[in-house]
């Protein structure tokens, strides 16, 4: 059974700030996605690593992958409040009838004056 | 140009009560999935397709059914609600089989009584 964590869960941090989430992941996947949620509304896709090694960015976020670690990485630099959200990621499990993505359980990120 | 469209965004059943999620894409593309989200557990994956016609069952499948007569449409059935189903459902769409990045639906927030 593939099993994605996150960590940290809940993170508080101030307005310039650098951080990373980590996402750690239990059985062999060469695809991971990034996900934000704002409090009460839908999902959207921030980055999609399809190989090892892969870094994508994306304005002060930027996301890279490691498929032997299996370990996926979300740096923010220099935080402003808009990143406030909670981000989430999610691993490709391959089956024969398609793709099952299975989500980490999100880390709130606040983001403070 | 809509996206990925659920209804209704909000519904409060009975127990033992049946209803059907709505999901509807303009987008033609092939796979078409439902998560629910609960509170500290990220997404579940409860069903998904590949096609019309094709549909599998995902990590939490107990107690809901699902079909896919065309490219468009993927509703969720509920045949006898319980308070366990209270959650918030998510509607997904992507390309492709091969799930390229998700596109989300903007949630139906289901109580059951």
């Known amino acids: 059974e593939l099993k994605v964590e996150q960590n940290p869960l809940f993170l508080s941090m101030q307005e310039g700030k650098n951080y990373t989430i980590y996402c750690n992941y239990s059985?062999?996947?060469?695809?991971l996605y990034w996900y934000r949620q704002d409090p009460g509304k839908s999902l959207e896709s921030l980055f999609v690593?399809?190989?090892?090694?892969a870094v994508k960015q994306e304005g002060r976020l930027m996301a890279s992958l490691d498929t032997k670690a299996r370990l996926s990485t979300l740096h923010i630099t220099a935080a402003v409040h808009d990143l406030s959200a909670t981000y989430f990621c999610?691993?490709?499990?391959?089956?024969?009838?398609?793709?099952?993505?299975?989500f980490g359980e999100g880390t709130q990120l606040t983001v403070n004056p | 140009n809509a996206g990925v469209t659920q209804t209704p965004k909000f519904q409060v059943l009975k127990t033992g009560q049946s209803m059907t999620l709505q999901c509807a894409q303009d987008?033609?593309?092939?796979?078409m999935s439902w998560y629910r989200q609960d509170p500290g557990m990220g997404l579940r994956l409860i069903h998904y397709?590949?096609?019309?016609?094709?549909?599998d069952q995902g990590e939490v499948p107990n107690g809901y059914n699902v079909s896919r007569s065309t490219t468009e449409d993927f509703p969720l059935r509920l045949l006898s609600a319980a308070p366990s189903q209270t959650s918030v459902y998510f509607c997904?769409?992507?390309?492709?089989?091969?799930?390229?990045?998700?596109?989300f639906g903007s949630g139906t927030q289901l109580s059951v009584l």
């Open positions: 997904a769409s992507s390309p492709s089989a091969t799930n390229e990045k998700l596109f």
């Open positions: 059985t062999t996947s060469d695809r």
């Open positions: 690593l399809l190989s090892n090694g």
């Open positions: 999610a691993v490709d499990k391959r089956e024969t009838s398609g793709s099952r993505l299975t």
């Open positions: 987008m033609n593309h092939e796979y």
């Open positions: 397709s590949v096609g019309a016609g094709i549909t």
